[in-house]
């Protein structure tokens, strides 16, 4: 019997304003990302995870909707999201929508209905409470680390806001919102989108009693030294996802549910699969922001699987939108590290999820203060942050704007020197970063078998399904004992050759073995 589609799958993350530029106008769009399809076909992906599509102000491009039915005018019209939907459908390449339930646009129909009084039909579509002590309801903060709350004077009320005070929270305790994400779900997978990438999938519901989130020291899961467990990660959110799980399983296509599952424990993020019927798949931070060594690596790994309920699928991603570029986190810029952290991306048992120019091995681009436009970016405290520096526009090939734009035409972040880097320079250049992505995936076993094989000290070496891969974490050299095979792949050179039993790993090298 065949895996589902989505076991063992590739998925590429687009982010459409930066992706191909067709109108000359700085910004990318979806004519664009139809007019890249032949590249990732030719890469061998087989879904694509599109950016906030539908209209909004862009407070937060694109992750505050102003109307869920649909398409944002600066990125093209309802006609060419159909069209982008069917030319991939054409190559084999399903389109996975950015879906975003926790918040709205201050801007939606909903909210200007919900603030214009205390009995508006909307009003009680979103989170609103009482002062407390002539301030805020209570401690909770947003993700740029502000209050939560803002005062609005019509209503005399607060209203929670877990990210910019743009971005109004929905009140999933209101049934009418539910069954509103429901008709949104149906009217997209009746256009033939392949599923949804849930944006905020930890934080839907909120404690009903509005409670103090408790103190806890700082950490990447709780920046702002605050644990999250009133303010999001609440029990009741499983509930959403059974009811969507319920109506994505009656369509024949098969569309699937892609949580941004935002928790670093592997067990709290298995809990968001149920028991096969809620996330198809979950994002793993805990994976995304683990150190770059062998033994780290290893032990997020294997501490995933274990947590993963019977036939769950897990997912492995290096890079997105909000953080800096797997290239630059964790490769520090070196070559052979990305090499080596794409061969483990692309093999391990599971979902691979690539972001735009990973295949390239693109690191971040240096985007100055005054060139930033992402306001999330400058609200922050207490250290300002920098998403943009991850959202810069893709290189196409050696000249002017490196294809992604029309010559002279300014994009909307700064393109970054990427000379050498083009898909059209390595995409001809055999033992390229692109060529090795393409033959990584090409090699892509769709089993979830995983086996740990003993190795020594900064190495890692594992089975994944007919696969053996090891990896050398480290700046000497290694030599590893493989199990037999007939080929193997070097991150070094993207070329296969004959196998070896006894294998001299070059530093960060990794090699992949075949039957």
Not at 102 to 126: I, K, L, M, P, Q
Not at 440 to 466: C, F
Request: proline share 7%; charged share 20%; net charge negative.
């Amino acid at each position: 019997m065949n895996p589902p589609w989505w076991q063992g799958c590739t998925i590429y993350q687009v982010y459409v304003r930066s992706f191909r530029d067709t109108d000359d106008d700085g910004y990318g769009d979806l004519r664009g990302v139809t007019a890249g399809l032949d590249h990732l076909g030719w890469l061998g992906v087989d879904a694509i995870w599109l950016s906030p599509t539908m209209p909004s102000p862009d407070h937060d491009w694109g992750y505050d909707v102003s109307d869920y039915y649909g398409v944002h005018p600066e990125l093209g019209t309802m006609a060419d999201m159909d069209g982008l939907i069917a030319r991939a459908k054409a190559r084999g390449i399903r389109v996975l929508m950015d879906l975003v339930p926790n918040h709205t646009s201050s801007e939606h129909a909903w909210f200007v209905d919900a603030r214009s009084g205390r009995g508006a039909t909307h009003h009680d579509w979103y989170v609103w409470a009482e002062a407390r002590d002539g301030g805020p309801p209570n401690n909770w903060l947003d993700a740029t680390g502000n209050p939560a709350w803002t005062l609005d004077e019509t209503t005399g009320q607060y209203y929670l806001h877990n990210f910019l005070e743009w971005q109004p929270d929905l009140n999933w305790w209101n049934r009418d919102v539910h069954a509103e994400f429901l008709r949104i779900i149906a009217f997209w997978l009746d256009r033939g989108v392949a599923g949804f990438r849930i944006d905020v999938a930890h934080g839907l519901y909120k404690d009903a009693l509005l409670r103090d989130d408790p103190p806890t020291p700082r950490s990447t899961g709780a920046p702002y030294g605050l644990e999250g467990i009133y303010s999001k990660h609440r029990p009741e959110t499983h509930s959403v996802f059974r009811d969507w799980r319920h109506l994505v399983d009656g369509y024949r296509s098969a569309p699937i549910l892609l949580g941004e599952t935002w928790v670093l424990d592997p067990a709290q993020m298995a809990r968001y699969y149920g028991h096969g019927d809620e996330l198809h798949l979950a994002l793993n931070f805990g994976f995304f922001f683990s150190d770059f060594t062998a033994a780290a690596m290893r032990s997020v790994v294997e501490q995933t699987l274990a947590a993963l309920p019977p036939g769950a699928c897990p997912v492995w991603a290096g890079s997105n939108h909000d953080d800096s570029r797997f290239p630059t986190r964790w490769c520090r810029g070196d070559d052979q590290r990305v090499r080596l952290a794409l061969t483990v991306l692309c093999t391990l048992p599971g979902t691979t999820i690539l972001y735009y120019g990973d295949e390239l091995g693109l690191g971040d681009v240096e985007v100055p203060d005054e060139q930033q436009r992402d306001p999330m970016s400058w609200h922050g405290r207490p250290a300002r942050v920098n998403r943009d520096v991850a959202r810069t526009p893709l290189p196409w090939r050696p000249g002017s704007n490196y294809g992604f734009t029309g010559a002279g035409v300014a994009p909307w972040l700064p393109l970054g020197g990427r000379d050498g880097r083009t898909i059209a320079e390595q995409r001809h250049d055999p033992g390229s970063v692109l060529c090795l992505t393409r033959e990584l995936l090409a090699l892509k076993d769709r089993s979830l078998e995983y086996r740990s094989h003993p190795s020594p000290p900064q190495t890692w070496i594992y089975g994944s399904g007919r696969l053996t891969v090891a990896g050398n974490f480290s700046s000497e050299a290694r030599t590893v004992e493989l199990p037999a095979g007939t080929k193997m792949l070097s991150s070094r050179t993207a070329s296969l050759v004959g196998a070896a039993r006894r294998v001299e790993l070059q530093p960060w090298e990794a090699v992949v073995s075949t039957p």
